[in-house]
């Protein structure tokens, strides 16, 4: 079975610090996709970043980047120069048929 | 309006009421989902629509029945649910087979509590 674990249940960091939110999963399937998607407290979740399988190089949008591991099936988010506007809910997502959600990391972002 | 819409946005119901859930896209997706979102646990697809047709029904209680009469429009119909029914209930869309693992895009949801 495909499953998505995010060991981190709450995170904090401090506003203008770096922070990395881990992620691992487990499938068999070789060709897939990863995700990041955040979730504020207006609860529409929007997507942060995505990783396809097959490349090597890690993705990276603006402050925020990846580091896949595929060998380890890890895929850690580092969000650089964090901002008050960070702070959210934060679930990593594994794509091969369908999608499989991870149960969500909260970051909380101190001023 | 663009990206993709939920109403209501909080509904309170008895169990034995009957109400219910709308979202509209107006992105051209041609995929639609509703999730159910629990906490402390990873998000639940419930069912899936390409092209208006339901390709996924993820062993849904009967109690949820949803409808797609176009590719813009979703409804989950509720009847006699239980309190442990309460949760957030999201849609979202997407383009099927596009090139980027079919990115979704979500609505804010309708936080249902069940009495």
């Known amino acids: 079975a495909q499953t998505v674990t995010q060991s981190q249940p709450e995170m904090s960091v401090q506003e203008a610090e770096t922070v990395t939110l881990s992620c691992t999963y487990d499938t068999s399937e070789s060709d897939y996709y990863l995700f990041w998607y955040k979730q504020p407290p207006s609860r529409q979740m929007i997507l942060v970043i995505r990783q396809e399988a097959y490349k090597q190089q890690n993705a990276t949008e603006n402050r925020f980047s990846v580091n896949f591991q595929k060998a380890a099936k890890s895929f850690s988010l580092k969000i650089s120069d964090s901002q008050l506007g960070d702070a959210a809910m934060y679930f990593c997502?594994?794509?091969?048929?369908?999608?499989?959600f991870g149960t969500g990391t909260r970051l909380k972002v101190l001023a | 309006e663009t990206g993709v819409t939920q109403t209501p946005r909080h509904l309170v119901m008895g169990m034995t009421n009957k109400k219910s859930l709308k979202c509209e896209q107006h992105l051209g997706h041609n995929a639609m989902y509703w999730y159910k979102q629990s906490a402390k646990k990873p998000l639940e697809l419930m069912f899936v629509y390409n092209f208006k047709e339901q390709t996924e029904n993820n062993s849904v209680p009967s109690r949820f029945s949803p409808e797609c009469p176009n590719s813009s429009h979703l409804f989950l119909h509720l009847h006699t649910l239980q309190p442990e029914d309460s949760a957030l209930y999201l849609c979202a869309s997407s383009f099927l087979l596009d090139r980027e693992g079919e990115k979704l895009f979500f609505g804010s949801g309708t936080q249902l509590s069940v009495l």
């Open positions: 997502a594994f794509r091969a048929y369908k999608y499989i």
